[in-house]
């Protein structure tokens, strides 16, 4: 998730809310579909559809993508933000409330005549994204008081952003400029700009259902750093059909990532701390050769935007990946076993999902 630069000019505060553009309807050369593009789409163009009653509905990856994944599908019911549509089928993304934002997102072709497009009235109030980049709306008056923050963890460092708006919250869509207070001045709630000045943060939001769309101008923090993309509340829930079909699809695919033997090698350890470790140790190492195996050759078939893309992505993937399965201190010899299963579990899906990749 990704946010950029600060600040910048004088103008009263105000807001422009905007009426609802026409779909882009996608017949120029972009046949790729990996969702909401923070660099190409307009964040006020994005549609909210639902599934129509009847089937499952497979998300298609386009014909020769790298990175989308085959297999996913939505149920009727699932809403889904349209960026796109190409013909007959529409670019759509999906965030599922059952998993952890880092997981959260399906996204690619859907078939447009399995969907049906609605229009919710807006509701702006809640916590919308997640630990690295939040969005906090709270009434204030009769208007409703939006806060970003965004605090990104890098290779070479932290980054942070941040930007503010007063809208009426009546309106779907919204856009506004923002400059960060400096030297002890105030910040500056300001209106947007039809044109480019230089470190002014500029944003457009569009309030979709259970979706926020957000796009910035690269402007909002540090030069890493962007507010744009699509965000679901964080306290959502998910029906409850879907959220135990979730958790019992994900736990049927991790047991089924790791090897047999694995198992079989933890059984035949009757609890002994130093043997279960042994254990977790082997499968650990077969599993991290997989996953480095399939970065390695990911990247030869990857030109030189993708490639890095792909490296900072492993990069994060390596933090949470620390930190997820960091060792309790005070949890005894017990903390060390979980330490060691968590390492092989989340190893054994990076791995999976680099390798479905290479499929595609």
Known sequence: MNVWRGALCRLSLSVLAL???????????????????????????????????????????????????????????????????????????????????????????????????????????????????????????????????????????????????????????????????????????????????????????????????????????????SFSRIYRRGDEKPPADRAEASKSSAAQKQVDLLRSSYKACLDKSEGVTVAMRDCAGTEHKFQDDRLNHAYRLLRTNLNQAGATQLRDEQRGWIAERDRQCAVDKDGGTAALIISDDCLVQVTAKRAAELESRLSQ
């Open 19 to 225: 009426s609802i553009p026409t779909l882009v309807w996608a017949n120029e050369q972009k046949t790729d579909c990996f969702g909401f593009d923070a660099v190409d789409d307009d964040p006020l163009a994005v549609q909210l559809y639902v599934i129509k009653p009847g089937d499952k509905v497979e998300v298609q990856c386009p014909e020769k993508s790298l990175i989308c994944k085959k297999g996913a599908f939505l149920v009727p019911g699932d809403q889904v933000a349209v960026s796109r549509v190409d013909g007959d089928r529409a670019c759509a993304e999906y965030l599922n409330p059952a998993k952890r934002p880092e997981n959260d997102e399906t996204a690619g072709w859907l078939p447009l005549a399995q969907l049906s497009p609605i229009s919710p009235a807006p509701n702006w109030v809640g916590r919308w994204g997640d630990s690295e980049t939040t969005i906090i709306a709270k009434q204030q008056g009769d208007k409703i008081r939006i806060d970003a923050k965004a605090n990104l963890q890098f290779g070479n460092g932290e980054e942070e952003g941040r930007f503010a708006a007063l809208i009426d919250g009546r309106q779907s869509q919204v856009k506004f400029g923002y400059q960060t207070g400096d030297d002890g001045e105030p910040e500056k709630l300001l209106p947007y700009q039809d044109k480019k000045i230089p470190g002014l943060c500029q944003v457009k939001m569009a309030q979709l259902g259970r979706y926020l769309v957000v796009g910035d101008n690269h402007m909002c923090g540090g030069i890493n750093v």
